[in-house]
């Protein structure tokens, strides 16, 4: 059985991500594994060696407590025969308790709630966000506090790379079970390059590995790239946008270095599902 992870931090967008992991983890069938990392401070010196193991297990026992208290004032009383566990445990880094929980399990999806009153802008300032796109062996979906569950359109971000073809793949897998509609779009330059060509083949690359039918495709010409994509998601209503994020040249990576983060605002109202190329 697949497993959809949801890392949990308490705050009040954690609240609408657990909702929404909870959401598409009963829609697809999979598990759903809620986790919350923490940290104690390092001690020193022998006589704090009882303490401090005394300290571990009552620091653990509390967090296990609060979390599952977490998930059931938030879905529901009881959590029993809701393919939910639970589980917090400690690291000195929340990153890479994260990205081992994640690799443990070989999980479908890793699930954060984007935080603060600028998403965009905090998934740049903060470590976390950003460590887990770039090192995730999993896609990553980051949701925002206003995310609407009812998922009717998917946008994918394309520029033709042969990694995209397995991303869509997992996207058409998520698409299936909403019936939800894909729409593939590749914004290219010039209207009189190869665009529509490249799509041609593209397209016919994609058919060879994706069966599901509801999926079109789109190439739009303008120099605006993020621009354009976001005046795309806005007047089509999109539900979800998903994109490869490449090492060097990545989406996020490029929007932060561009400053764009006021113009980017759709992005924090829909969630953003994000693919390492490394792992397709």
């Given at each position: 059985m697949k497993t959809i992870i949801f890392a949990a931090d308490y705050s009040k967008n954690s609240v609408t991500a657990l909702k929404y992991a909870y959401g598409l983890s009963s829609k697809l069938g999979t598990n759903l594994l809620v986790i919350h990392v923490y940290n104690l401070p390092m001690m020193f010196g022998m006589e704090f060696e009882d303490f401090y193991e005394n300290l571990e297990k009552k620091t653990l026992k509390k967090h296990n407590t609060k979390l599952k208290?977490?998930?059931?004032?938030?879905?529901?009383?009881?959590?029993?025969?809701?393919?939910?566990q639970t589980e917090a445990f400690e690291n000195l880094?929340?990153?890479?308790?994260?990205?081992?929980?994640?690799?443990?399990?070989?999980?479908?999806?890793?699930?954060?709630?984007?935080?603060?009153?600028?998403?965009?802008?905090?998934?740049?300032?903060?470590d976390t966000s950003m460590s887990l796109i770039e090192k995730s062996p999993s896609p990553v979906l980051l949701v925002p506090a206003n995310a609407?569950?009812?998922?009717?359109?998917?946008?994918?971000?394309?520029?033709?790379?042969?990694?995209?073809?397995?991303?869509?793949?997992?996207?058409s897998q998520i698409a299936r079970k909403?019936?939800?509609?894909?729409?593939?779009v590749h914004?290219?330059?010039?209207?009189l390059g190869d665009g529509n060509l490249k799509m041609e083949w593209f397209k016919e690359m994609v058919q060879q590995k994706v069966t599901y039918k509801k999926i079109k495709?789109?190439?739009l010409f303008s120099e605006e790239i993020f621009e354009t994509l976001k005046n795309y998601i806005d007047s089509n209503d999109a539900d979800m946008v998903a994109m490869l994020e490449r090492e060097k040249s990545g989406f996020l990576k490029n929007l932060f270095k561009r400053d764009m983060v006021k113009e980017m605002e759709s992005f924090e109202k829909i969630p953003l599902?994000?693919?390492n190329e490394v792992n397709y």
């Amino acid at each position: 059985m697949k497993t959809i992870i949801f890392a949990a931090d308490y705050s009040k967008n954690s609240v609408t991500a657990l909702k929404y992991a909870y959401g598409l983890s009963s829609k697809l069938g999979t598990n759903l594994l809620v986790i919350h990392v923490y940290n104690l401070p390092m001690m020193f010196g022998m006589e704090f060696e009882d303490f401090y193991e005394n300290l571990e297990k009552k620091t653990l026992k509390k967090h296990n407590t609060k979390l599952k208290n977490f998930c059931k004032k938030h879905l529901g009383k009881d959590l029993t025969g809701m393919k939910i566990q639970t589980e917090a445990f400690e690291n000195l880094s929340v990153s890479q308790g994260i990205l081992s929980k994640t690799n443990e399990y070989n999980a479908f999806m890793l699930v954060i709630g984007m935080k603060k009153e600028s998403a965009i802008k905090e998934l740049f300032m903060g470590d976390t966000s950003m460590s887990l796109i770039e090192k995730s062996p999993s896609p990553v979906l980051l949701v925002p506090a206003n995310a609407n569950e009812n998922l009717k359109l998917i946008v994918y971000a394309t520029d033709f790379e042969q990694e995209d073809i397995g991303a869509i793949f997992i996207v058409s897998q998520i698409a299936r079970k909403f019936n939800a509609r894909i729409v593939v779009v590749h914004i290219a330059p010039n209207s009189l390059g190869d665009g529509n060509l490249k799509m041609e083949w593209f397209k016919e690359m994609v058919q060879q590995k994706v069966t599901y039918k509801k999926i079109k495709y789109r190439v739009l010409f303008s120099e605006e790239i993020f621009e354009t994509l976001k005046n795309y998601i806005d007047s089509n209503d999109a539900d979800m946008v998903a994109m490869l994020e490449r090492e060097k040249s990545g989406f996020l990576k490029n929007l932060f270095k561009r400053d764009m983060v006021k113009e980017m605002e759709s992005f924090e109202k829909i969630p953003l599902l994000s693919f390492n190329e490394v792992n397709y």
